[in-house]
């Protein structure tokens, strides 16, 4: 089994920036993908950014793509989700999860954190 603890969320302004963190632990070496998803109230939760746990491709929704950078930190056995210039739709809780595929529907992903809570409000 693998463990997944997200940290890093929190309040920020529009226009602001937060880290988020996913920390894996237990049988890390089963480890293919690793994605970061988000489930605002009243919606379904959506795919934001995955990458192989190997490095060696990255993939993000459209819509994230240049705002968001999803990133491996091989030290933590972690991988971070930078966000920058938030809105206010960026407004849901974040979860980290993994799979043995690339693959987008929440519903093809393994095991999953807690969430973390990220508000961008003014």
């Known amino acids: 089994q693998v463990q997944l603890v997200e940290s890093g969320g929190g309040m920020v302004q529009p226009g602001g920036s937060l880290r988020l963190s996913c920390a894996a632990s237990?049988?890390?070496?089963?480890?293919?993908?690793i994605a970061w998803f988000r489930q605002a109230p009243g919606k379904e939760r959506e795919f934001v950014a995955g990458?192989?746990?190997?490095?060696?491709?990255?993939y993000y929704v459209d819509r994230m793509k240049g705002r968001f950078t999803i990133s491996r930190d091989y030290n933590k056995n972690a991988v971070d989700l930078q966000m920058n210039s938030l809105e206010s739709e960026d407004t849901a809780v974040y979860y980290c999860?993994?799979?043995?595929?690339?693959?987008?529907?929440?519903?093809?992903?393994?095991?999953w954190g807690q969430g973390t809570q990220v508000t961008v409000s003014s």
């Open positions: 990458m192989q746990w190997s490095g060696t491709s990255v």
């Open positions: 237990g049988s890390i070496s089963s480890i293919h993908v």
């Open positions: 999860a993994t799979s043995r595929f690339v693959r987008y529907a929440p519903g093809d992903y393994d095991y």
